[in-house]
């Protein structure tokens, strides 16, 4: 049974770092990309970061360019994502998927997600 676990959600002050964990398991014919996606209250879910497992391309969200950093370590088949400068816009639940819609859109709930992290940025 494919699965995906975050892990490294919290609560952070306006400024501050976090790093996002997503572990896959399970995936016996392996998959094409780990996308990073936040829905906020009251907000449709959007793409953050997403990467391919292929060659290693990622694709930022204008909201996420130089301050969050997605990287894979495939050794350990896990997505991780590096956030810095953190403000109180990015509080949500993030969540990662597989095989996100091109270039880093929610997939469908047809596809693995994971059950998602908290980060609340706040002073």
């Known amino acids: 049974q494919a699965r995906l676990v975050e892990s490294g959600g919290g609560l952070v002050q306006p400024g501050g770092s976090l790093r996002l964990s997503c572990a896959a398991s399970?995936?016996?014919?392996?998959?094409?990309?780990i996308g990073w996606f936040r829905q906020a209250p009251d907000k449709k879910r959007e793409g953050v970061a997403c990467i391919s497992s292929s060659n290693g391309s990622t694709y930022y969200a204008d909201t996420a360019k130089g301050r969050f950093t997605i990287s894979r370590d495939a050794a350990k088949d896990t997505v991780y994502l590096e956030m810095n400068s953190l403000r109180v816009e990015d509080t949500a639940v993030y969540s990662c998927?597989?095989?996100?819609?091109?270039?880093?859109?929610?997939?469908?709930?047809?596809?693995?997600w994971g059950q998602g992290t908290q980060v609340t940025v706040s002073l």
């Open positions: 998927a597989a095989d996100p819609d091109l270039p880093c859109s929610p997939p469908g709930e047809d596809h693995y």
């Open positions: 399970g995936f016996t014919y392996g998959y094409g990309a």
